[in-house]
């Protein structure tokens, strides 16, 4: 963590979130190079921040945000965003007849389905003269393993023909309109490949054999779901770990990304890029129950996925710092251990790193942003705006 961005963070009250805005602009910078032309969708999820949104848009390469909830959608389609497709989908009937009783929402809107009981929660919303716009969740994991599936399991959709049999359905459903395609590769751009295990070689084969099985899978589900749907607009796949071999494919029109912005510790672990650290936390040693121990307030901060010590926070200033095997991060005190302990006084602060990116605005209200050294704004998180979407 840069000594800038702890001094000019030194005297936020804690819990404290800082962004350094001179690494969130070389890492916008960064995205849309390695895009290559390609349009990036922004993965909201991994901001959270309506600031930082804004901030990352105003680049040429960026288009569009990939939402996570239909309230949040809506939300920021009133504040003046309008290209939202949700990455996810809904069932939240408030939000749904709030869609089909506003015709601006409707344009501005693509909701995720891969289900027809997904459309019969769209139409029960009420008929609409402009259509509610959706796009088409596929399913990308690897499966070329007997017995390993590959991936997250996303969606019931995996194959040409059952995207062509939902696109159909599509069709035939008056006041629905079949707009895109989503299939994002969880299994390429959500695991690390850096290491040098076993495992982890095992991995990198994966992740190949996987590239290749999908390239020529969703160009098969592209041009069966054309066949039905010719006014197509978009087709997005990847994330901010494979935005390369994405874009090599001829029928991707548009990648998303979002923890890239922030590049969070669980993005630290790839061989084809790294991104700078551009969100930290602050935290405050409040006691100090031995020599060797420094606790400090809070420090639970664990991210969502699989358990494990790769979702915790990692202590980044001063360096050295550890979590006691033995008790981890607290939900309201945490020990830290290390030789770094040692120099660590009732009232210091110890900085932090966020295993996921959006996450940790679940956590505050607020990010002070700073560059060149100096506080510039204070960027509201949602939670700041009041606002709970998960």
């Given at each position: 963590?840069?000594?800038?961005?702890?001094?000019?963070?030194s005297?936020?009250?804690?819990?404290?979130?800082v962004?350094?805005?001179?690494?969130?602009?070389?890492?916008?910078?960064?995205?849309?190079?390695?895009?290559?032309?390609?349009?990036?969708?922004?993965a909201?999820?991994?901001?959270?921040?309506r600031?930082?949104?804004?901030?990352?848009?105003?680049?040429?390469?960026?288009?569009?945000?990939?939402?996570f909830t239909?309230?949040?959608?809506?939300?920021?389609?009133?504040?003046?965003?309008?290209?939202?497709?949700?990455?996810?989908?809904?069932?939240?009937?408030?939000?749904?007849r709030?869609?089909?009783g506003?015709?601006?929402?409707?344009?501005?809107?693509?909701?995720?389905?891969?289900?027809?009981?997904?459309?019969?929660?769209?139409?029960?919303?009420?008929?609409?003269?402009?259509?509610?716009?959706v796009?088409?969740?596929?399913?990308?994991?690897?499966?070329?393993?007997?017995?390993?599936?590959?991936?997250?399991?996303?969606?019931?959709?995996?194959?040409?023909?059952?995207?062509?049999?939902?696109?159909r359905?599509?069709?035939?459903?008056?006041?629905?309109?079949?707009?895109?395609?989503?299939?994002?590769?969880?299994?390429?751009?959500?695991?690390?490949?850096?290491?040098?295990?076993v495992?982890?070689?095992?991995?990198?084969?994966?992740?190949?054999?996987s590239?290749?099985?999908?390239?020529?899978?969703?160009?098969?589900?592209?041009?069966?779901?054309?066949?039905?749907?010719?006014?197509?607009?978009?087709?997005?796949?990847?994330g901010?770990?494979?935005?390369?071999?994405?874009?090599?494919?001829?029928?991707?029109?548009?990648?998303?990304?979002?923890?890239?912005?922030f590049?969070?510790?669980l993005?630290?672990?790839?061989?084809?890029?790294?991104?700078e650290?551009?969100a930290?936390?602050?935290?405050d040693?409040?006691?100090?129950?031995?020599?060797?121990?420094?606790?400090?307030?809070?420090?639970?901060w664990?991210?969502?996925?699989?358990?494990?010590?790769?979702?915790?926070?990692?202590?980044?200033?001063?360096?050295?710092?550890?979590?006691?095997?033995?008790?981890?991060?607290?939900?309201?005190?945490?020990?830290?251990?290390?030789?770094?302990?040692?120099?660590?006084?009732?009232?210091?602060?110890?900085?932090?790193?966020?295993?996921k990116?959006g996450?940790?605005?679940e956590?505050?209200?607020?990010?002070t942003?700073?560059?060149?050294?100096?506080?510039?704004?204070?960027?509201?998180?949602?939670?700041?705006?009041?606002?709970?979407?998960?």
């Open positions: 963590m840069p000594q800038a961005l702890r001094i000019a963070g005297d936020l009250a804690a819990p404290c979130g962004i350094d805005c001179d690494a969130f602009d070389r890492n916008i910078a960064a995205l849309a190079a390695r895009a290559n032309g390609t349009p990036i969708r922004v909201s999820k991994s901001l959270r921040a600031a930082a949104l804004d901030r990352i848009l105003e680049h040429p390469g960026m288009r569009g945000i990939l939402a239909l309230p949040e959608a809506i939300w920021l389609a009133n504040k003046g965003h309008n290209d939202l497709v949700v990455g996810y989908p809904t069932a939240n009937v408030a939000a749904l709030q869609l089909a506003d015709a601006k929402l409707r344009r501005r809107i693509t909701l995720m389905v891969d289900d027809p009981a997904q459309l019969d929660l769209i139409a029960a919303s009420g008929a609409a003269r402009i259509p509610v716009r796009c088409l969740d596929v399913d990308t994991a690897y499966t070329g393993v007997p017995g390993l599936y590959f991936g997250s399991r996303r969606s019931p959709i995996r194959t040409a023909e059952q995207a062509a049999t939902l696109a359905t599509i069709r035939r459903r008056p006041g629905i309109e079949l707009v895109g395609i989503m299939a994002y590769e969880a299994q390429i751009a959500g695991i690390q490949d850096a290491g040098r295990g495992r982890d070689a095992a991995i990198r084969r994966l992740r190949q054999a590239v290749q099985e999908l390239a020529r899978r969703r160009a098969e589900i592209v041009a069966a779901v054309r066949a039905e749907a010719p006014a197509l607009e978009f087709v997005n796949g990847g901010t770990g494979s935005i390369e071999s994405t874009i090599a494919e001829p029928a991707v029109t548009e990648v998303a990304a979002g923890s890239g912005f590049s969070p510790t993005f630290d672990g790839y061989r084809a890029f790294r991104h650290p551009a930290f936390f602050g935290l040693v409040v006691r100090k129950p031995a020599d060797d121990i420094a606790t400090v307030l809070g420090g639970g664990i991210a969502s996925g699989t358990p494990g010590a790769d979702r915790l926070p990692q202590p980044v200033h001063p360096t050295g710092l550890k979590f006691r095997h033995d008790e981890g991060a607290g939900e309201v005190q945490t020990p830290l251990v290390g030789e770094a302990a040692r120099g660590l006084n009732v009232g210091d602060r110890v900085w932090f790193r966020h295993a990116a996450e940790l605005a956590r505050l209200t607020q990010f942003v700073v560059s060149d050294g100096a506080i510039v704004e204070h960027w509201p998180t949602y939670r700041g705006e009041g606002f709970a979407f998960a």
